[in-house]
């Protein structure tokens, strides 16, 4: 039988135009942006205030190549967690990024929170050079920060975990590769084949073609072994984050051990509030995954 033809006017998967838009709108799901915007700043004003952090920690050449480190309170050879922010790789920075940070020191972990260029100023392909580099430049001074070097976990959340993805694949732009040196990734409501993206409003920042767009989807080129990965979503997302989401677990499964979270209470913006939150669905595999299981936050 054969498949029924595309919808008039359809441009992907038999979604119009203004369709596919608000699929690739996780806000269209949520009573308030700007509310979980604010929050994130003002929690995140609180993480800096109330915990030691080495603020503005430059990791490349590019002005915009800068991390806020906040070290592990115990002495040893600490996990660190790298955090890298969403925003629809056009909005968000550092500022508005610590709010994770509070529980995972406490559970005993270390944080490191990078700044990577926007679009339309930064192209795509130079957003994953950067979070490639921010992570080289961990490794490379992690005795100096104080952290396990063999213990780097990748975390990103929407934009950044497809950034995070980005970075577990073999570089092949003459950057640093740090794909074979990341203990650990944590994959929070991500988008990982950027066709729909290119056809979506997103693409008027990114400016993607057809290429760049396969370049940059991390599920079209996963290399064969992978490490132990979890990935997680909200249950109030799009159906089109859940496909994606379902798309990359599937992919996964046959080249590492994954973990999937779908944290029903959740949507898309408030996820990662329950990073390493003991008791959480999302909490309790992190702190599996990086070895600070039966810790509390």
Wanted: hydrophobic share 45%; net charge negative; aromatic share 6%.
């Amino acid at each position: 039988m054969r498949d029924a033809p595309p919808a008039a006017g359809a441009v992907y998967r038999n979604m119009d135009r203004a369709t596919l838009d608000r699929q690739y709108s996780p806000s269209s799901r949520v009573p308030s942006l700007d509310a979980y915007l604010r929050e994130y700043e003002r929690l995140s004003e609180a993480a800096r205030r109330d915990h030691p952090v080495r603020a503005s920690l430059a990791y490349g050449p590019h002005p915009v190549e800068r991390l806020d480190y906040f070290p592990a309170s115990g002495a040893g050879r600490a996990p660190l967690l790298v955090f890298v922010h969403g925003g629809n790789w056009q909005a968000l920075g550092r500022a508005e990024s610590a709010f994770p940070v509070p529980p995972l020191l406490a559970a005993g972990a270390a944080v490191a929170v990078i700044e990577y260029g926007l679009a339309p100023e930064v192209g795509l392909d130079a957003m994953a050079g950067m979070v490639r580099r921010a992570v080289d430049w961990l490794l490379t001074h992690a005795d100096g920060l104080g952290f396990a070097p063999d213990r780097l976990h990748l975390c990103g959340t929407s934009a950044g975990a497809h950034l995070a993805a980005m970075a577990l694949l073999p570089d092949v732009s003459g950057g640093p590769d740090v794909s074979g040196r990341i203990a650990g990734a944590v994959l929070l409501s991500g988008l990982y084949d950027l066709e729909p993206v290119r056809l979506s409003y997103v693409n008027d920042a990114l400016r993607l073609d057809e290429a760049a767009a396969r370049r940059n989807s991390p599920v079209l080129r996963l290399p064969a072994r992978l490490p132990g990965t979890v990935v997680a979503r909200g249950g109030n997302e799009t159906e089109e984050y859940v496909r994606q989401h379902d798309r990359m677990v599937t992919a996964l499964r046959l080249r590492a051990v994954v973990t999937e979270v779908v944290a029903d209470r959740r949507d898309h913006f408030d996820l990662p509030y329950d990073l390493g939150v003991a008791g959480t669905g999302l909490g309790d595999a992190v702190l599996a995954q990086m070895g600070l299981e039966g810790t509390t936050a």
